[in-house]
């Protein structure tokens, strides 16, 4: 008796086993072909003889990412890239904290209608936001030009303070719009987080003697960092591969990102050098990849057992 | 210095009114204990005495100061929170260091008190870990660590014992009582629990819908309770009442059925009888008594019969011991005419008159 029972059970999983080696057998298969692209451009941003077939490379170079940033400028793009995105990722995380920080905790009737109203610059295509936005920036820029102007005669001094600070076609502007676009999902995700935060450990920090600075510093940031983490890797990798905004408010070289430079030099060469956009690929995916590196370590860390129930 | 005055205080919550207006006088280093149903305004009268909410009208004084609108940490006060409220990403050490961190007091100097709090409450070998990692009543201890560290005047508790077993509800209840001994703190302590009340408190306050309902000692309320609410609160199981009039020294109950409770009392109709179960005497099992046994709870030591009668009017006995009754019986009871307390229909305590008034009347 007992010995039919197992003997079936253990049709069962034999059946089991079988149908769940076909099932992962399929994926397997699905997964390398979608991933066949990524291999190809790992593959032959190393490739010295790199042509648009995936091969075995014949051997392995570095030439490619040498010719990006000895003959291109590419480390300007990069820098550029760096630099505008992680600002604006920065300046996103303090207005993210802020305000979420209040739409959790305020029970004011516009909590509701202005968090919707938030979410709906994020609905709103980007594209469309172009005119709109790119007429505010000009008046934002003459103005600021204006004072630039007045502040010092020198060209020079105008120009570099210009690149510095101008609305359009300087980093302040692309650092703004950066910022303004991925506010709203950041604002969202660290309301959302600060709402699992009870008040309880900031009413134990003000009985503990703590300031109002000292609460955030000690007891909001630290438990709030998981969410931080989260929004600022959303808008670092949502910045880092916008390409529409840094096309439309920059003009000049030396402001190029890396998606423009690439996009450039795809039109410029006349032969494609399928080596040379593969390194660029390479470049430009290994910051998200860092990014989110970075931030897993405290996306991952969840903090309970602070207050019971 | 640090007795607690409050004097009239109100609190409303967009219009609700929730505390209707309080007075009350804690002593310096008295064990004050404010009791009621849920929802009745303990935990918003405590907040209020702490800081962490606005005190809508009246006077809050500590320590002959008024404390109206000082800030939490300004009061010299610690509380422990319902929901212990650690900090869970800080060990066990600098959640209970923290205040004194905040403070910028000596790092050797912290240490030290650290560990003179963790000593007296045996959490030594737990100083490196997270809350997370600690049992419940280890949670309760740090967060009484954390409050004992910065060795307050007032310290308020908000029902720190909910959420432990019935055991350790036990023990802890001693560890506090050692603890405020030790200390001499004024402590102010909310809970639900009346014999969380009855065990630690040199005060209790009965809360109910935001009103005192009485205050006084925990033998006091017992013995003399001001009104139903009061003397069904205090003691388990809770206090029997039995609708009726009365004549003379006669209790009418609504079955017809007749109570002596003693001479002293007025007269009248509408009138309730409250007995405790504890002055309720089974008599031998009888076909006629009038009470009939629905069930009988056995714990040993003591067993609680619960009765009812022709109209179904509800009662419990206790009886010492164990008590093989099978349900359905038919029981006679004996009332303890000096143990009787007589209600108004609104359920206010009626005094006896004494005993001279009555032998001029
Ligand atoms: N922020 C608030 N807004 C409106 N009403 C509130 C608020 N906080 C509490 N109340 C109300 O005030 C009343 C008293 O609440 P409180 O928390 O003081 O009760 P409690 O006696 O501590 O109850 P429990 O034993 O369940 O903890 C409740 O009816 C509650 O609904
Ligand atoms: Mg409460």
Known sequence: ?309 | MSHIELIDIKKNYLGTEVVKGISVTIDQGEFAVIVGPSGCGKSTLLRMIAGLEDISSGELRIGGKVMNHVSPDQREIAMVFQSYALYPHMTVEENIGFALALKKVDKAEIKRRVMEAAQMLELEHLLERKPAALSGGQRQRVAIGRAIVKRPKVILFDEPLSNLDAKLRVQMRTELMRLHREFGSTVVYVTHDQVEAMTMAQKIIVLHNGYVSQLGKPMQLYREPENTFVAQFIGVPKMNLLRGKLQGNNFYLQSGQVVDIGNGYTSGNDLQLGIRPEHLKLQATSTQGGWTVDVVERLGVESFVHLHNATMEQLVVRVEGDCELAADIQVNLQFDAASCFLFSDKGQRLLRKPAIEQAAG
């Not at chain 1, 390398?32 to 010295?48: E, G, R």
């Not at chain 1, 905790?105 to 509701?112: D, G, I, L, N, S």
């Not at chain 1, 405290?298 to 129930?309: A, D």
């Open chain 1, 1 to 309: 008796m007992v010995a039919v029972v197992r003997s079936s059970s253990e049709d069962v999983t034999v059946t089991h086993h079988a149908s769940q080696r076909r099932a992962y057998l399929t994926l397997v298969l699905i997964s390398l072909f979608c991933m066949m692209p990524f291999f190809w451009v790992v593959l032959a941003a190393f490739d010295p003889k790199a042509s648009q077939f995936l091969q075995i490379p014949q051997g392995v170079t570095l030439d490619h990412f040498k010719n990006i940033f000895a003959n291109e400028s590419g480390m300007r793009w990069v820098l550029n890239s760096v630099v505008i995105v992680g600002s604006a990722t920065i300046l996103t995380l303090i207005f993210a904290g802020f305000g979420g920080y209040a739409l959790s905790r305020t029970q004011a009737w516009w909590k509701r209608p202005l968090l919707y109203g938030i979410i709906l610059v994020r609905i709103v295509p980007p594209p469309a936001l172009i005119v709109p936005v790119y007429k505010v920036m000009l008046f934002l820029n003459d103005w600021i030009n204006g004072l630039i102007n007045q502040f010092t005669a020198d060209v020079e001094q105008q120009q570099m303070l210009s690149r510095m600070f101008s609305f359009i076609d300087g980093y302040l502007g692309l650092i703004l719009i950066h910022c303004a676009m991925q506010l709203p999902l950041a604002i969202w995700i660290m309301k959302t987080f600060f709402d699992a935060i009870p008040k309880d450990y900031e009413e134990a920090a003000a009985l503990d003697g703590a300031s109002q600075w000292q609460t955030v510093r000690h007891v909001l940031i630290p438990l709030a960092l998981p969410g931080f983490a989260a929004a600022g890797l959303f808008a670092f990798i949502n910045a880092w591969g916008d390409f529409l905004m840094p096309l439309m408010f920059t003009s000049s070289p030396e402001l190029q990102t890396l998606p423009l430079g690439m996009f450039r030099a795809f039109l410029r060469v006349d032969a494609i050098d399928y080596g040379f956009l593969t390194a660029l690929a390479v470049i430009y995916t290994l910051p998200a990849v860092i990014a989110f590196a970075f931030a897993r370590k405290f996306l991952t860390q969840t903090f309970s057992g602070g207050v019971k129930g």
